[in-house]
């Protein structure tokens, strides 16, 4: 069972994705947050094997805690969904330590796909980020 961890300051995504991905039976959403900083105490205390991340969040944005998460906790793996596409949040999402780059109209497959790609190991980023 993948553990995951999804954090975004909108309840309805968070919701959606949760739905979403617990319907696949092999990921399990062992909790959320709505910002950054809610993102670095869980992820220290539930040690997921995933954090989908938000960039853009109060308190927190999602870069910071994908740096504090990945120095604190060395078996999470981060992927960004974000509706962000320049190079400069690419870039200081991967310096963050980042394995992964999405865009909110990802399909879910990718989000699915992306979550099992960071899990065994490997990067994820989605066609539209790899040709940014």
């Given at each position: 069972m993948?553990k995951?961890?999804?954090v ?9 994705l949760?739905?979403l991905?617990?319907a696949?039976g ?7 947050a709505?910002n950054?900083?809610?993102a670095v105490?869980q992820?220290?205390?539930r040690?997921?094997?995933v954090?989908?991340?938000?960039i853009?969040?109060p308190v927190m ?6 740096k504090?998460?990945c120095?604190l906790c ?5 992927v960004?969904?974000s509706?962000?596409?320049?190079h400069?949040?690419i870039?200081r999402?991967?310096?963050a330590?980042?394995?992964g780059?999405?865009?909110?109209d990802s399909?879910?497959?990718d989000l699915?796909?992306?979550i099992?790609a ?11 980020i790899?040709k940014?």
């Amino acid at each position: 069972m993948i553990k995951v961890l999804l954090v975004d300051d909108h309840t309805v995504l968070r919701d959606g994705l949760r739905f979403l991905l617990e319907a696949e039976g092999d990921i399990q959403v062992i909790g959320t947050a709505a910002n950054g900083q809610e993102a670095v105490d869980q992820a220290t205390v539930r040690c997921p094997d995933v954090v989908m991340m938000d960039i853009s969040m109060p308190v927190m944005n999602g870069i910071e805690a994908t740096k504090r998460i990945c120095a604190l906790c060395e078996n999470t793996k981060v992927v960004i969904l974000s509706m962000y596409h320049t190079h400069d949040y690419i870039q200081r999402a991967q310096d963050a330590g980042a394995a992964g780059y999405l865009l909110k109209d990802s399909a879910g497959t990718d989000l699915v796909a992306a979550i099992r790609a960071l899990h065994a190991g490997k990067s994820y980023f989605n066609q539209k980020i790899t040709k940014s």
